[in-house]
């Protein structure tokens, strides 16, 4: 074990204990290689079951695909939530420009990601940042409840995704549902800061309001206002009462 490794390593035993148990043994598939590039750091390309080689990071410089990645994020957000970590180049890139105390949820899929992004990116400042949390592997319902209970509807409703598009490519239905839950979070903290009697009817009504929120969204036309938001739930509530 390289000192990097080493220091990554003691970081992650400290902080997210959990984390370290479940990637401690974590064996490399032959599928995962670490790659050198030009720009002096290496990229990890994955070989999938279909054939294909998905580089999750540029093959020429890592370094500055991240900071172009980070550069596209909006300008105003009070919690990042990373959706593909890969060897973590984009999400220190996004660094920088966020507030000091802004929140920073990482989600990864694959615990052989991040052992081999252990072994060889500076994690140390990244784990050490108040207001990290990392998830492996977690399911999308054990993040989503997670950000029911450690942030506000103000914090909410200023969520930002940053989506690493390769992590995406090689594990689609994880990142999928992870996005799905994380925006309804988002959307129903919105709802509940600009029309606090329409979230009051929601939690009266039903037993679980985000997932309500969503199914609202989708029957409401393209450009609805929260009027017609209240109209529809008032008749979803109707037809749910005659049900019973």
Do not use: W
């Not at 079951?49 to 093959?59: D, M, T, W």
């Not at 920088?96 to 400042?125: F, I, Q, R, W």
Request: proline share 10%; glycine share 8%; charged share 25%.
């Amino acid at each position: 074990m390289n000192p990097q490794t080493h220091r990554n390593v003691d970081v992650l035993k400290r902080l997210f204990p959990a984390i370290f148990e479940k990637v401690a043994d974590v064996p490399i598939p032959p599928s995962h290689r670490l790659v050198p590039t030009p720009a002096g750091v290496p990229t990890l390309r994955v070989s999938t079951p279909g054939g294909r080689e998905i580089h999750l990071h540029s093959p020429v410089d890592p370094r500055r695909e991240g900071e172009r990645i980070a550069a596209a994020l909006p300008g105003e957000h009070r919690l990042l939530v990373v959706l593909g970590c890969g060897l973590f180049y984009h999400v220190l890139a996004a660094l920088p420009a966020l507030p000091a105390a802004e929140p920073v949820l990482l989600v990864e899929a694959d615990p052989a990601v991040l052992c081999m992004a252990l072994s060889c990116t500076a994690l140390g400042g990244l784990f050490e940042r108040p207001g990290v949390a990392l998830f492996v592997g977690d399911a999308p319902e054990a993040i989503a409840d997670y950000l029911d209970r450690h942030h506000p509807a103000e914090i909410l409703s200023k969520l930002a995704v940053l989506r690493h598009l390769p992590a995406g490519e090689l594990s689609p239905d994880y990142y999928g549902a992870v996005y799905r839950e994380v925006i309804r979070r988002r959307d129903y903290a919105d709802c509940r800061m600009r029309d606090p009697e329409l979230a009051s009817f929601i939690n009266g009504c039903f037993p679980s309001a985000a997932v309500v929120f969503d199914e609202l969204l989708a029957r409401l036309p393209r450009g609805a206002g929260l009027g017609e938001a209240r109209e529809v739930l008032q008749l979803m509530d109707a037809l749910r009462q005659d049900g019973d």
